[in-house]
């Protein structure tokens, strides 16, 4: 099961490591990575495997959401299906 990860804040040093580590602390691979700097915007969408996540996706994507709080930014994780369907025209 794959899941797509968006991020969108102020640019600072460590977000792409951050947001990796935690990845790779959930046994969650990152398959694909696109990432921008708008202005002083970050701006990233990863694809990644979720297949052997450690814990339990909600609690994954709750972690994401928490980090990004205290990074001043948007973190948010959905499954690729749901990430899909929203974007179907």
């Given amino acids: 099961m794959r899941a797509v990860i968006t991020v969108v ?3 600072k040093v460590g977000i792409l490591a951050k947001v990796s580590s ?3 602390e959930n046994n969650v691979n990152v398959i694909e990575v696109s990432q921008s700097i708008l202005q002083d915007m970050f701006c990233m969408i990863m694809l990644t495997d979720v297949s ?3 814990v339990p996706f909600t609690e994954f ?3 994401l959401a928490k980090q990004g709080e205290e990074q ?6 959905m499954h690729e299906d749901v990430f899909n369907s929203m974007h179907r025209i």
């Fill in 9 to 11: 804040g102020r640019d």
């Fill in 22 to 24: 935690i990845c790779a």
């Fill in 52 to 54: 052997e996540c450690s």
């Fill in 61 to 63: 994507a709750e972690n």
């Fill in 72 to 77: 001043n930014l948007s973190i948010r994780a």
